[in-house]
């Protein structure tokens, strides 16, 4: 899989790039991530990437032409190694993203990531060039690129082979349709609190009940509306029915 990220500031990438999970499915080419910056396809000595809004108003708003340069550049670039790129730009005003948009994310053969700074791009460059808009949640940040980095790192640890056991990524939150279970490691006690028992007790069986009983009780109490829309079978529902008497104690 590969993403080419258009973005003025690359060297904020080094976050996903240089350590972690990503930087060693990188290592590993389990995966690519290549940076475009616009500037380098502007034609003015000042490299100018953004103006003034039509209209007037606060902040600036990025160019089309370097954008689109940038933009076919890295589509070209892909499509060089056989990969069919399609678009998206990241904005507040895109689908949120969840679990399942991940996954198709993640199935895909690439991606170009448009990261925005300012007020936005050009609503031409979205017109041409953007096949879908994404949003990571309702609320403004200062750029694009942590909200392209979150979209990377999820949808890359997803990849066959960057996780180290295959069913981390099906345990996790979300994965299944839930929230996680609760996690415990050493040491066994600490203060009045000590590891649950099904834990220490080797029987996989039973470990695998409560964890699902967990994550179950902790998604009907936390997040009814993933309940809403996954359904729950008659096994699941017998075990959240106990974990919320127990909780009703
Ligand atoms: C122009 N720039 C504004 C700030 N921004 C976001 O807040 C954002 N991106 O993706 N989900 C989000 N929320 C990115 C684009």
Aim: glycine share 8%; hydrophobic share 40%; with cysteine.
């Amino acid at each position: 899989m590969r993403f080419d990220v258009i973005t003025l500031f690359p060297a904020q990438f080094a976050a996903l790039t240089e350590e972690g999970v990503v930087a060693r499915a990188l290592q590993r080419q389990l995966a690519q991530i290549h940076l475009h910056t616009p500037r380098d396809y502007t034609t003015d000595v000042h490299r100018t990437v953004d103006d003034r809004p039509y209209g007037g108003g606060p902040g600036m708003v990025m160019r089309y032409t370097p954008l689109r340069l940038a933009i076919e550049a890295a589509q070209a670039e892909a499509a060089a190694e056989g990969v069919q790129s399609r678009v998206a730009y990241l904005s507040p005003q895109g689908e949120r993203l969840d679990q399942r948009q991940i996954e198709r994310i993640s199935a895909a053969p690439g991606w170009v990531l448009v990261a925005g700074r300012y007020e936005g791009v050009d609503e031409r460059l979205i017109e041409d060039c953007v096949d879908e808009e994404w949003s990571i949640g309702d609320y403004v940040l200062s750029g694009g690129e942590l909200a392209a980095m979150v979209v990377m790192d999820a949808a890359i640890r997803l990849l066959p082979g960057v996780l180290g056991h295959a069913d981390s990524a099906r345990q996790d939150s979300h994965s299944s349709g839930l929230l996680d279970c609760p996690h415990y490691t050493r040491p066994e006690t600490i203060g009045d609190r000590s590891v649950p028992e099904v834990l220490l007790s080797g029987d996989h069986q039973a470990i695998e009940r409560w964890r699902l009983q967990q994550a179950l009780g902790r998604t009907r109490q936390r997040r009814p509306d993933l309940l809403q829309g996954r359904g729950i079978s008659e096994v699941e529902q017998r075990l959240l029915d106990d974990y919320l008497l127990e909780a009703a104690r």
